[in-house]
């Protein structure tokens, strides 16, 4: 999928929190010349009809998708996910966007049993991820920043594609919908951004210990090359094996005469 050629060619980014966009996922958007809607649906605003758009890219962010009860604006989101996904419409889901799929799929999201923070080495793909359109071609453990503490149930009928000894459940697929645990887009002045959010400086002290964020940032300085290589390698696939057909089939069938014309 390159430049965009009719108005539902854009995709929906919707943003939980101003420092967690789709960073390197978005430099191969902008590479391509595909718009986006940016949503950033903790200021307020409102999701738009995902009708109008070729697919949805969710982030990540500091709530948790059970916090429906105080954030209702989570609950909207969720019908939205199940609404568009299944219609078919693809979505890339990451940390929070991988939660809020299993949970839009009515899985349990729950708290894990330890979080799960820092650059991690040992995240497996699964024997489905070798006939899978994204994720083929991988034969060997990958390295990502984690930066999570719940985790969820595998949907009925998902695939799951990525595991990890911590967390089995770290990628999977329902139809061409993705969700993604870890986080293979973060540069390094990304992820030192992220301590200035409260919620997101207290819990790498109380997990990693003070002066946490200086190691945390060299580590995600030595593997961003590889992690963001890889993550963008994955989300082309993305674009290219899931969203453009898809794109392709909704114009067929939206300009398809009709009996009588």
Request: glycine content about 8%; proline content about 7%; overall charge negative.
């Given at each position: 999928m390159h430049i965009a050629e009719h108005p539902e060619d854009r995709i929906l980014v919707i943003q939980h929190i101003a420092c967690e966009p789709p960073a390197a996922y978005e430099d191969v958007l902008i590479g391509r010349g595909i718009p986006i809607?940016?949503?950033e649906v903790d200021e307020g605003e409102p999701l738009p009809d995902w009708r109008g758009f070729?697919?949805?890219?969710a982030m990540g962010g500091?709530?948790?998708?059970?916090?429906g009860d105080h954030l209702p604006w989570l609950g909207e989101e969720k019908r939205l996910i199940a609404e568009a996904i299944r219609a078919g419409m693809p979505y890339w889901g990451v940390c929070l966007?991988?939660?809020?799929?299993?949970?839009?799929?009515?899985?349990r999201v729950f708290r894990g049993p330890a979080p799960e923070v820092g650059v991690y080495h040992d995240i497996e793909p699964t024997a489905h991820a070798?006939?899978?359109?994204?994720?083929?071609?991988?034969?060997g453990p990958l390295t990502s920043l984690q930066w999570h503490s719940?985790?969820?149930?595998?949907?009925?009928?998902a695939v799951l594609l990525a595991s990890s000894p911590a967390y089995r459940h770290q990628a999977f697929r329902w139809g061409n919908a993705y969700g993604i645990q870890f986080h293979l887009e973060v540069p390094p002045d990304l992820a030192a951004q992220w301590a200035d959010v409260p919620a997101y400086a207290n819990a790498l002290?109380?997990?990693?210990?003070p002066?946490?964020?200086?190691?945390?940032?060299?580590?995600?300085t030595l593997t961003a090359p590889v992690t963001i290589a890889v993550g963008q390698a994955l989300f082309a696939h993305w674009l290219d094996d899931v969203v453009a057909p898809a794109a392709s089939r909704r114009r067929t069938t939206h300009t398809a005469p009709t009996i009588g014309d």
């Open positions: 809607q940016r949503v070729a697919a949805i890219i500091p709530m948790s998708a059970n916090d966007g991988a939660q809020l799929l299993a949970s839009a799929l009515g899985a070798a006939e899978d359109p994204v994720f083929r071609g991988l034969t719940d985790t969820f149930d595998l949907p009925h009928e002290n109380q997990i990693l210990g002066g946490a964020l200086p190691r945390l940032v060299a580590d995600v």
